[in-house]
């Protein structure tokens, strides 16, 4: 009689494919019903994640991370600035988020991306705001020169939980980073020693080396982030775009190392967040964070 | 241990509020939110034939323009507009009017703290004041975490400097209903207590950011009681003069 008598005798009829295409919310619920989504992930797992290091030669710091198909590559670049007035001994971090075109078919070079800066910033926050990095660890001399590290991150496959990768990929890179040699010369002016053997002994005696070998910043409190969406009674844990086009009620829980809670990110969205599912997403980020934690342990060294 | 606030207020106490409707001639809606001396004028053009390229043309499509007081625009504004843009998205009807576009321009006009939320509040009004039909409103909220575990409603701008921690809330407003309390419930809370929208910035504990929205979801019921008292007023004024 209406639509809905109609498209159950389509539904015998019609293929899967344009099932998908045509009634989107409905094949999703019918596979929601199941507790699985058409991938065959349960709800609550993340998909499959890689990460690695070192990738980016000419960067001073990089890596590549993978959640399912989006990935992202974070590279860092160290520069030398003068610090400061207000915070002298302290080094200063940019983190800039890019979206280029070959990320998503909707981002054109004329048209970019309007979540990019929205994204840049909540890295941003994030990262200063948990204490991962000392930024007094990027002093060399205090009141005239630190370090200032340009983090940029580039998508390079946009396929739904944007943050989540590009955080991972930050932190990953961050774990990556080696702070180059410099030396104060006779000028006061901070110089880069390179690495060639051919440096005679002479010029080394007349530059005072600031940092004999190249070092790894401690990091502590490391945040590790998961996004789920919110549908009705579900909860489906690190979306794909796909989930995201249709059911637009995105969570993302920022946990760190020692279970406090960063950043809990929620932008409006058709499902309002109860105490309840506040709660489970939460449960979910722990457990992501442990498992992020394990596949970024056996990245590093330390 | 109470803290003690500048301004001798407790912490549950939220400043002073303000907020005058229909203020400018030429938009169709438009209002000035206050509180204390956090100001931000909201105006409302729409909704206008066609949707923007991306946008679905089944739906009623929202765009903001959010307008700092000095400077150039950059990410905070673009991250505003968007955290404002899916605010309104969720709680406007968006069938009623498809392949149209609402514009909500937002002016700071003073910024002493709390100023996402005075944002959030006047866009409402001035939607409120075009007549774009909506759900319910979007109140909110900025409820900020003293070091000593305290949480503290509707920071100034030296109070959010001081602060570990702090977190906007935005919640629908309370129902006044005929209805008995129980039959109105999800998931065994009131529709009231769920969360539109969450910003955090600063680090917490889990717990803490539950004792914000407590906090937050108790201060809602007076905004709200604000909310409808300032639009039964003006919509009384208005059929004495008409």
Same mark, same amino acid.
């Given at each position: 009689?209406?639509?809905?008598?109609?498209?159950?005798?389509?539904?015998?009829?019609?293929?899967?494919?344009?099932?998908?295409?045509?009634?989107?919310?409905?094949?999703?619920?019918?596979?929601?019903?199941? +507790?699985? #989504?058409?991938?065959?992930?349960? !709800?609550?797992?993340?998909?499959?994640?890689?990460?690695? %290091?070192? &990738? *980016? /030669?000419?960067?001073?710091?990089?890596?590549?991370?993978?959640?399912?198909?989006?990935?992202?590559?974070?590279?860092?670049?160290?520069?030398?600035?003068?610090?400061?007035?207000?915070?002298?001994?302290?080094?200063?971090?940019?983190?800039?988020?890019?979206?280029?075109?070959?990320?998503?078919?909707?981002?054109?070079?004329?048209?970019?991306?309007?979540?990019?800066?929205?994204? +840049?910033? #909540?890295?941003?926050?994030?990262? !200063?705001?948990?204490?991962?990095?000392?930024?007094?660890? %990027?002093? &060399? *001399? /205090?009141?005239?020169?630190?370090?200032?590290?340009?983090?940029?991150?580039?998508?390079?496959?946009?396929?739904?939980?944007?943050?989540?990768?590009?955080?991972?990929?930050?932190?990953?890179?961050?774990?990556?980073?080696?702070?180059?040699?410099?030396?104060?010369?006779?000028?006061?002016?901070?110089?880069?020693?390179?690495?060639?053997?051919?440096?005679?002994?002479?010029?080394?005696?007349?530059?005072?080396?600031?940092?004999?070998?190249?070092?790894?910043?401690?990091?502590?409190?490391?945040?590790?982030?998961?996004?789920?969406?919110?549908?009705?009674?579900?909860?489906?844990?690190?979306?794909?775009?796909?989930?995201?086009?249709?059911?637009?009620?995105?969570?993302?829980?920022?946990?760190?190392?020692?279970?406090?809670?960063?950043?809990?990110?929620?932008?409006?969205?058709?499902?309002?967040?109860?105490?309840?599912?506040?709660?489970?997403?939460?449960?979910?980020?722990?457990?992501?964070?442990?498992?992020?934690?394990?596949?970024?342990?056996?990245?590093?060294?330390? | 241990?109470?803290?003690?606030?500048?301004?001798?207020?407790?912490?549950?106490?939220?400043?002073?509020?303000?907020?005058?409707?229909?203020?400018?001639?030429?938009?169709?809606?438009?209002?000035?939110?206050?509180?204390?001396?956090?100001?931000?004028?909201?105006?409302?053009?729409?909704?206008?034939?066609?949707?923007?390229?991306?946008?679905?043309?089944?739906?009623?499509?929202?765009?903001?323009?959010?307008?700092?007081?000095?400077?150039?625009?950059?990410?905070?504004?673009?991250?505003?507009?968007?955290?404002?843009?899916?605010?309104?998205?969720?709680?406007?009807?968006?069938?009623?009017?498809?392949?149209?576009?609402?514009?909500?321009?937002?002016?700071?006009?003073?910024?002493?703290?709390?100023?996402?939320?005075?944002?959030?509040?006047?866009?409402?009004?001035?939607?409120?004041?075009?007549?774009?039909?909506?759900?319910?409103?979007?109140?909110?909220?900025?409820?900020?975490?003293?070091?000593?575990?305290?949480?503290?409603?509707?920071?100034?701008?030296?109070?959010?400097?001081?602060?570990?921690?702090?977190?906007?809330?935005?919640?629908?407003?309370?129902?006044?209903?005929?209805?008995?309390?129980?039959?109105?419930?999800?998931?065994?809370?009131?529709?009231?207590?769920?969360?539109?929208?969450?910003?955090?910035?600063?680090?917490?504990?889990?717990?803490?950011?539950?004792?914000?929205?407590?906090?937050?979801?108790?201060?809602?019921?007076?905004?709200?009681?604000?909310?409808?008292?300032?639009?039964?007023?003006?919509?009384?004024?208005?059929?004495?003069?008409?």
């Amino acid at each position: 009689m209406g639509l809905p008598d109609s498209s159950q005798d389509l539904t015998s009829e019609m293929e899967v494919d344009a099932f998908r295409r045509i009634f989107p919310l409905r094949f999703f619920e019918r596979h929601l019903s199941e +507790s699985l #989504r058409p991938d065959a992930r349960p !709800l609550d797992k993340a998909r499959d994640t890689i990460v690695n %290091l070192g &990738l *980016v /030669s000419t960067a001073d710091g990089s890596a590549l991370a993978k959640i399912g198909s989006t990935t992202m590559l974070a590279a860092i670049r160290m520069e030398v600035m003068t610090p400061s007035t207000e915070s002298p001994d302290e080094g200063c971090i940019a983190v800039e988020f890019h979206m280029p075109p070959i990320c998503s078919p909707i981002v054109r070079p004329g048209r970019p991306a309007e979540a990019a800066p929205v994204i +840049s910033k #909540r890295l941003s926050d994030t990262i !200063l705001s948990s204490g991962m990095i000392d930024l007094k660890e %990027l002093c &060399l *001399v /205090s009141g005239k020169a630190a370090w200032m590290g340009y983090l940029d991150i580039y998508c390079l496959d946009a396929d739904g939980a944007l943050f989540d990768a590009a955080l991972l990929s930050a932190v990953a890179a961050f774990s990556n980073l080696q702070i180059p040699v410099v030396a104060l010369n006779d000028n006061g002016r901070i110089v880069a020693i390179s690495d060639e053997k051919e440096q005679d002994n002479a010029s080394i005696i007349e530059e005072e080396a600031v940092n004999k070998e190249k070092r790894k910043l401690t990091l502590k409190n490391i945040p590790f982030s998961l996004t789920c969406i919110l549908h009705k009674n579900y909860i489906l844990a690190d979306p794909t775009t796909e989930e995201e086009s249709i059911m637009d009620t995105l969570v993302t829980v920022v946990l760190d190392s020692s279970d406090q809670m960063v950043s809990f990110y929620k932008s409006g969205g058709e499902a309002l967040a109860y105490s309840s599912s506040i709660k489970s997403c939460v449960e979910l980020a722990r457990k992501r964070a442990k498992e992020l934690k394990e596949i970024l342990g056996e990245m590093d060294v330390d | 241990m109470e803290i003690d606030r500048e301004d001798g207020r407790t912490p549950n106490q939220l400043r002073p509020l303000a907020c005058s409707r229909n203020i400018l001639h030429r938009s169709h809606g438009s209002a000035s939110w206050s509180q204390g001396d956090t100001k931000v004028l909201a105006a409302v053009y729409g909704p206008k034939a066609g949707t923007k390229k991306n946008e679905n043309p089944e739906k009623a499509c929202f765009e903001v323009i959010w307008k700092p007081k000095t400077g150039q625009i950059g990410k905070v504004e673009k991250e505003y507009e968007m955290i404002l843009k899916r605010t309104i998205q969720s709680i406007c009807v968006l069938t009623v009017n498809p392949n149209t576009t609402t514009s909500v321009i937002i002016q700071v006009v003073h910024d002493d703290g709390s100023l996402l939320p005075c944002a959030i509040n006047a866009a409402c009004a001035a939607l409120v004041d075009a007549g774009i039909p909506m759900k319910h409103l979007a109140v909110a909220i900025c409820c900020c975490l003293a070091d000593n575990g305290y949480a503290v409603l509707d920071p100034n701008k030296l109070e959010e400097k001081k602060m570990t921690a702090l977190a906007y809330l935005v919640f629908p407003n309370t129902t006044l209903s005929v209805l008995p309390e129980g039959s109105s419930l999800v998931e065994g809370e009131p529709v009231e207590h769920g969360i539109i929208t969450s910003v955090t910035h600063g680090v917490m504990s889990v717990d803490d950011y539950f004792l914000c929205v407590e906090n937050g979801r108790a201060a809602t019921a007076s905004l709200s009681a604000f909310f409808r008292k300032n639009f039964q007023q003006s919509q009384r004024d208005s059929s004495k003069a008409g």
